[in-house]
């Protein structure tokens, strides 16, 4: 990387250039991080928890307007404010929610193992029915189609 790039991404990581944002915007990523926790809350994967971790951490650089009160003084210029401990109590949720669906049990007997829902080994499989099509049957094939009371009598047999 060039210098001047370099000089951003430390400005934007270790200095507080994020901080100089609009207090609207500010707002927008504190929502934009809650969404992101709840999401990766509810499908602790791989994609949500980095979506959310991405999040905190702009957030974390950027949340001067919701600065209060020092809670913990670090040095005399810097310290912990509830701002700062908004990204980590979502982490808590995110990670206590990723255990308690790790630790259920595999199957209650309601829906199938997953081996019995993976790709058969020739070719592609439709696990979840999304390429399932309901084909209607041409108007030669439906006029052949026993409809109404002449339907029930033929299949009693009579």
Do not use: K
């Not at 310290?79 to 700062?84: F, R, T």
């Not at 949720?93 to 255990?99: C, P």
């Amino acid at each position: 990387m060039d210098r001047p790039s370099l000089d951003a991404l430390y400005a934007m990581v270790v200095d507080d250039a994020l901080g100089t944002l609009a207090p609207r915007v500010q707002a927008g990523l504190a929502g934009l991080m809650v969404v992101a926790a709840l999401w990766a809350a509810l499908r602790p994967r791989v994609l949500p928890v980095l979506g959310f971790l991405s999040a905190a951490f702009v957030f974390a650089r950027a949340n001067h307007a919701f600065e209060g009160p020092v809670l913990v003084a670090l040095t005399p210029g810097h310290g912990l404010v509830l701002a700062d401990l908004a990204p980590v109590a979502l982490l808590g949720l995110v990670v206590v929610r990723a255990f308690a669906v790790r630790s259920r049990p595999v199957s209650d007997g309601s829906h199938p193992a997953p081996a019995a829902r993976e790709a058969p080994a020739g070719g592609y499989g439709d696990l979840h029915g999304a390429l399932r099509v309901r084909l209607r049957p041409s108007p030669v094939a439906a006029a052949a189609v026993l409809r109404g009371p002449a339907r029930h009598r033929a299949r009693r047999g009579r």
